[in-house]
């Protein structure tokens, strides 16, 4: 199993940046690749961005490509989102998830893990 622990959500103004962290635990080899996701109120919950684990590649979602960039320290097991040119619309909890396998990335149904999100709120 892996647990994954989320950190760094909070309140920014519009225009700042943020970076958000989530930590994995457990039996880590298994993770083929991670992603996030957000979900604002009254709203469906949106992909975000995603990296395979040991090549590096990385995806995103149209409304925070240029904006966000995902990436991964191997050795502290860590996944980052730097959130950059924050807008009011990305107010939303954010989740970490972890696949296990070669699956559709923008798709949550296919991930094995979650985090316990954090909320981001961003101020106009």
């Known amino acids: 199993q892996v647990q994954l622990v989320e950190s760094g959500g909070g309140l920014v103004q519009a225009g700042g940046s943020l970076r958000l962290s989530c930590a994995a635990s457990?039996?880590?080899?298994?993770?083929?690749?991670m992603g996030w996701f957000r979900q604002a109120s009254g709203k469906e919950r949106e992909f975000v961005a995603a990296?395979?684990?040991?090549?590096?590649?990385?995806y995103y979602g149209d409304s925070v490509k240029g904006r966000f960039t995902i990436s991964r320290d191997i050795a502290k097991k860590t996944v980052y989102l730097q959130m950059s040119s924050l807008r009011p619309e990305d107010t939303a909890v954010y989740y970490c998830a972890a696949a296990r396998h070669l699956s559709d990335f923008d798709k949550e149904e296919v991930y094995d893990y979650w985090g316990q999100g954090t909320q981001v709120t961003v101020s106009s």
């Open positions: 990296i395979t684990w040991s090549a590096g590649n990385t």
């Open positions: 457990g039996r880590t080899f298994n993770i083929y690749s």
